[in-house]
């Protein structure tokens, strides 16, 4: 039982630093993006003006992919990788989730940069980087539901 709490605590850290790794990636568009925008010629963006429709088309259709990826992976992954017959071996399925979502959760972030490089607009990087930050602390994995899930699912932690 120790040993597979061990393996359990030790799976959670690997996923921990995975998702704060990608929440840091967050930080550095940010930090690249106020780079970029106080440079002596500032940063006019690559193809649009920020007042463009189509720009507005693009940024609206990312805000929105943005905001429902995160559910929608959540809500897949939790489908596909945490159901009984992938919990037979719960370790790796776990650590799947949690990065899947995690991965989701970047991808604002990353249209935040994105649409900065478009059009310059730094506005637009802080509401995807704080929506993305936020997701990512929402959809943080916890130890004690991993715990609650390998145990009430497996009658207690059974590890390979």
């Known amino acids: 039982m ?3 709490d061990d393996k359990l605590r030790n ?3 690997t996923a921990a630093i ?3 790794s990608l929440m840091g990636s967050v930080v550095i568009y940010v930090v ?5 925008r106080n440079l002596p010629k500032p940063w006019r963006g690559l193809l649009f003006s920020p007042h463009d429709q189509g720009y507005i088309y693009v940024r609206y259709g990312l ?3 943005g905001i429902v990826s995160p559910l929608l992976a959540e809500r897949i992954s939790r489908a596909v990788n945490l159901s009984p017959e992938k919990l037979a071996n719960p370790v790796p399925a776990l650590v ?4 899947i979502v995690a991965a989701a959760c970047d991808f604002v972030g990353t249209s935040g940069m994105v649409l900065f490089l478009l059009a310059g607009n730094i506005i637009d990087m802080y509401i995807f980087a704080g929506i993305s930050l936020a997701f990512s602390a929402i959809f943080f994995p916890r130890f004690s539901r991993w715990k609650e899930l390998t145990e009430s699912r497996l009658g207690g932690p059974t590890f390979e």
């Not at 690249?32 to 970029?36: G, I, P, Q, S, T």
């Not at 799947?96 to 990065?99: A, L, P, Y």
Request: no cysteine.
């Open 63 to 65: 805000l929105a992919l």
């Open 96 to 99: 799947t989730h949690s990065v």
């Open 18 to 20: 995975i998702v704060i």
């Open 32 to 36: 690249v993006a106020e780079l970029l």
């Open 11 to 13: 799976a959670y850290k």
């Open 2 to 4: 120790e040993a597979g």
